[in-house]
């Protein structure tokens, strides 16, 4: 069975600063995807990034990166230069054995002006 | 492309009365989820198909929920005898079920409250 964690249900940073949400995973699969998506308010989830766990390089798009520690199984989203439209919930997700994914409980993300 | 959609948006229901929530996936995926978000929590699998086929059934889809996807177009997720733990966000989401970057898209939800 996988399981994600998020161990930050809130996060709050200043506007054009950096900011990091955690997320750390278990699973017994030996191929797998982590996501970040994000849920603005009334809005609908869209996927922010995503990591293949085969690769070792971390992904990137454009603001957002990601901390991908295979060993330590953590999956960390940092977001540079944060703008008031990133306020959100944003939840970590795996996939691997199946395809559904796996959502963790979810950081909410306040930027302030 | 129009993405996902859902409806209704939101449905209020009395307890012991069927509801009926329809998907419409983004035009020539081929898989289609159903997803359940209650406060506070993420989103949870229900079911997926591939096509029409439903491939995959959660624990969480007690006899009282019924999916079907019967032209491996829009889907239907039925909840009968409703109850006031069912009150939650029921999300669907689509993917094209090819290639390695198979990323699933996800509507707005419809949103049930059982009184």
């Known amino acids: 069975a996988q399981t994600v964690t998020q161990s930050q249900p809130e996060m709050s940073v200043q506007e054009a600063e950096t900011v990091t949400l955690s997320c750390t995973y278990d699973t017994s699969e030996s191929d797998y995807y982590l996501f970040w998506y994000k849920q603005p308010p009334s809005r609908q989830m869209i996927l922010v990034i995503r990591?293949?766990?085969?690769?070792?390089q971390n992904a990137t798009e454009n603001r957002f990166s990601v901390n991908f520690q295979k060993a330590a199984k953590s999956f960390s989203l940092k977001i540079s230069d944060s703008q008031l439209g990133d306020a959100a919930m944003y939840f970590c997700?795996?996939?691997?054995?199946?395809?559904?994914?796996?959502f963790g409980k979810g950081t909410k993300l306040t930027v302030n002006p | 492309d129009t993405g996902v959609s859902q409806n209704p948006r939101h449905k209020i229901t009395k307890r012991g009365q069927n509801v009926t929530f329809r998907c419409d996936p983004i035009s020539e995926h081929n898989r289609l989820y159903w997803y359940r978000q209650t406060l506070g929590q993420g989103p949870e699998f229900l079911t997926y198909?591939?096509?029409?086929?439903?491939?995959?059934k959660s624990r969480l889809l007690s006899d009282r929920f019924s999916a079907e996807r019967p032209k491996g177009s829009f889907s239907t997720l039925e909840i009968q005898r409703t109850e006031q733990g069912d009150s939650a966000m029921y999300l669907c989401?689509?993917?094209?079920?090819?290639?390695?970057?198979?990323?699933?898209?996800f509507g707005p939800g419809t949103r049930l409250t059982v009184l």
């Open positions: 997700a795996s996939q691997g054995g199946s395809e559904k994914l796996v």
């Open positions: 198909f591939q096509n029409e086929a439903q491939l995959e």
């Open positions: 989401a689509s993917s094209s079920g090819q290639g390695s970057t198979d990323t699933q898209y």
């Open positions: 990591q293949e766990a085969y690769k070792q």
